[in-house]
């Protein structure tokens, strides 16, 4: 089995404080933030028990291409990206929402429409749509963003309601969450991709609202193949996903969805093996690139480390 990075322990020059979140260490010096891809995953808002070789790498490279791609929009927190798995960039105050934007009937929305109701968020959601139909236009869907335990779904009035954000700042979000829903879309046409629903997060630095987190990533976003989407629709067949979603359905067909009391069944070498395998197959699908190899003569942690203190000292 390949090595991974679980965690780091690194104590920066600068380092005013470390925090951990399901997937990512983040070190704060003042202005700016080190983030540290790990190849710890999640699910159901649950860190999972064991990590998978290459997915921070993946993931943080993916997210660092896709900044640069949508800086023209708006304004990201992203300045430099000194190894695969890190990235560094402005120390931005979070604003704690999930600005989900859905193109499509799919995942938590379904299974909410399959339950009748017919109102996400705040949004309507028209009859007559079957699973992984499209909307007659992009929703934004927002969720609050939790520090421990599941993001709930809330609305736009209920966030200004309790001073989240303002009108002014709301219409913001999702001004910038739209137009990056749309540069997203082209792009992943491009790779022969629909863009199903992702999620952007959002912070406040100097006054304005930057994006920051991840971007159109497998773990952030849901795409479907665009070959033969409208035959498998036609035939009520499933869509051929490119997301993580294989891994919520592996864990759900294990009898594991985040309830409590539920056991998360066991992640075999074989299972991990082939998680981090279909990592690659999006990493190839969305850049149209081979993950370039890396120097396994040293740690992971080390290798980071050896890279960052010269640019920290």
């Known amino acids: 089995m390949r090595p991974v990075l679980t965690s780091t322990h690194f104590e920066l020059p600068g380092q005013l404080a470390c925090y951990k979140g399901k997937v990512r260490d983040v070190y704060h010096l003042g202005e700016r933030l080190v983030m540290v891809a790990t190849d710890r995953i999640s699910a159901f808002d649950v860190i999972l028990p064991r990590a998978i070789p290459d997915k921070g790498r993946i993931l943080n490279t993916i997210a660092a291409k896709n900044l640069l791609a ?5 304004p990201n927190w992203l300045l430099q990206v000194p190894d695969p798995n890190v990235s560094i960039g402005l120390a931005c105050e979070p604003i704690k929402i999930e600005m989900v934007v859905r193109g499509y009937l ?3 929305a379904w299974r909410q429409y399959a339950a009748g109701h017919r109102k996400l968020c705040g949004a309507y959601l028209p009859e007559g749509l079957k699973e992984n139909d499209p909307f007659p236009k992009p929703l934004i869907t927002p969720s609050t963003k939790a520090d421990e335990g599941h993001d709930e779904d809330t609305t736009p009035s209920e966030l200004t309601k309790r001073g989240i954000v303002n009108p002014e700042e709301w219409d913001q979000l999702s001004s910038y969450s ?5 540069r997203g879309t082209e792009m992943a046409a491009q790779r022969g991709l629909i863009l199903v629903d992702t999620k952007y997060e959002f912070g406040r630095h100097e006054g ?3 994006l920051i987190d991840e971007v159109h990533t497998p773990d952030s976003s849901r795409y479907f193949y665009a070959e033969g989407y409208e035959q498998r629709q036609q035939k009520g067949e499933k869509q051929k996903q490119l997301s993580k979603e294989f891994v919520r359905e592996w864990l759900m067909d294990h009898g594991f969805s985040g309830k409590e009391g539920q056991q998360i069944p066991e992640m075999t070498d074989e299972v991990v093996e082939s998680i981090s395998s279909r990592y690659h197959e999006l990493y190839q699908q969305l850049t ?4 370039p190899e890396i120097d396994l003569s040293q740690a992971i942690d080390q290798r980071i480390l050896h890279r960052l203190k010269p640019l920290l000292d």
């Open 106 to 108: 799919a995942g938590h």
């Open 70 to 74: 949508t800086a023209d929009l708006v």
């Open 208 to 210: 304005g609202i930057y």
């Open 178 to 182: 739209l137009a990056l829903f749309q």
């Open 288 to 291: 149209g690139e081979e993950l």
